[in-house]
């Protein structure tokens, strides 16, 4: 017999094996199992009380990476006229925590416009912006609701105040 019709009936035959192998071991393949994970929610809208934004304050944060997000939380005050506009940018570690119980530490700068109309003709009214800083910590849940509450301090040019604040909203 020829080389060439021996290399052929072999190669025909290695091919004829292959084929069989690949067909039964697809054949017996076991089914992957899925575990099924929620995605982490990222997002969070909130309002806040007594917190940076002073009484109250509209606030949202975007989870960057497992370990930390960036958020920023508005407010707009009046009281007897004096009109205050607040903005809080911030930085938020979690050192600690698991899926939605986590521990928070906040920090970012405060910034403040105060408006104080005159009441009398005579006298045009004041106003006056400024920078302080803030440092936040405590407890947040993020599961459907977002939920934080912490104690937290501000520091500016009249001098440092201790604070204590809450936040609800939704995460998404």
Do not use: N
Not at 104 to 129: A, I, K
Request: glycine residues 12%.
């Amino acid at each position: 017999m020829p080389c060439a019709a021996i290399l052929f009936r072999m190669f025909r035959s290695l091919g004829w094996v292959l084929l069989v192998v690949v067909a039964t071991s697809t054949a017996v393949a076991e089914p992957t199992i899925t575990k099924s994970v929620t995605p982490a929610k990222r997002h969070a809208l909130y309002v806040e009380l007594l917190g940076k934004g002073g009484t109250w304050g509209l606030g949202y944060t975007h989870q960057v990476h497992r370990r930390f997000a960036l958020g920023a939380v508005g407010s707009f005050s009046m009281l007897d006229g004096q009109r205050m506009l607040t903005f809080s940018p911030s930085v938020t570690a979690y050192p600690v925590g698991v899926r939605r119980h986590r521990w928070f530490v906040d920090v970012g700068p405060q910034l403040v416009y105060l408006q104080t109309p005159s009441p009398v003709p005579e006298w045009m009214g004041t106003s006056e912006t400024g920078i302080g800083g803030q440092l936040s910590t405590g407890y947040e849940y993020r599961g459907a609701v977002f939920a934080r509450v912490f104690a937290m301090g501000v520091v500016g040019k009249s001098g440092a105040a201790p604070w204590l604040g809450m936040d609800l909203g939704w995460a998404f």
